[in-house]
């Protein structure tokens, strides 16, 4: 366990974009951003299943969440954007952001079908545990998400978090009962994880119809086994 004698408040994430090979993460715009995100919320609307929110009916109706998101430091707004097409595909957050314990957490997450079969979802939370851990120095990253929701359980451990366990009826959503799973990644586990993404990246992992050549689980398991 480290020595936290000198430890000190994280400094919150910072309202900048964040740059990958496949996506760039770029804070929230109400305006600019507006129509990209109304027409992947309308193509998309079974996504809302588990969000706090329900899918807009039209662009005005957009708006007003719109603005909130672009006021708010936490949850702190970003979308994603394809490099190749420049095309907006999703949106993400900081949220829950406990700066004197180093505890942040990825949240409200809306990837549309846009970054399916792709590697965006994959770089879109690397580049967010990696601001988190290695720039601000924060000891836990969190993901949470509905017990029912086995996508989403699923991605977490593909991407290297670890189950915690679930908080039985800790929310009322949307008239209903919401048991949370919880998982985490914290930062003495982030260099393994982080070499793995580093490795799923390269444009060595992937033939030339982009598809994978080794899965992100089977390189972390790899390095673990060599002691990386």
């Not at 995100?37 to 719109?66: G, V």
């Not at 909130?68 to 394809?82: E, G, H, K, Y």
């Not at 720039?135 to 996508?151: A, I, M, S, T, V």
């Not at 393994?192 to 972390?220: C, H, K, S, V, Y």
């Amino acid at each position: 366990m480290p020595d936290l004698a000198d430890w000190t408040p994280r400094m919150p994430p910072r309202q900048a974009p964040m740059e990958g090979r496949f996506v760039r993460l770029v804070p929230l715009d109400a305006a600019a951003h507006r129509d990209a995100l109304f027409d992947i919320t309308a193509s998309d609307p079974q996504r809302f299943r588990y969000l706090f929110e329900q899918p807009p009916a039209d662009r005005e109706a957009l708006q007003p969440w719109l603005d909130q998101a672009q006021a708010s430091t936490d949850p702190l707004w970003f979308t994603v954007i394809d490099r190749a097409s420049g095309q907006i595909v999703g949106r993400q957050s900081y949220m829950r952001i406990d700066r004197v314990h180093g505890v942040i957490e990825i949240g409200s997450i809306l990837w549309s079908s846009l970054m399916a079969r792709s590697p965006a979802s994959t770089e879109a939370l690397y580049l967010f545990a990696k601001h988190a851990f290695d720039d601000l120095g924060y000891r836990r990253f969190e993901w949470k998400c509905h017990n029912d929701n086995q996508p989403s359980k699923q991605a977490a451990l593909r991407f290297g978090f670890s189950f915690e366990g679930v908080f039985r009826q800790h929310m009322v959503a949307k008239g209903a009962n919401r048991d949370t799973a919880w998982f985490a990644m914290i930062d003495g586990d982030w260099p393994l994880i982080r070499a793995a993404f580093e490795a799923w990246l390269d444009p060595a992992n992937f033939d030339d119809q982009g598809r994978q050549r080794r899965r992100l689980a089977d390189i972390r398991e790899a390095l673990a086994g060599a002691g990386a």
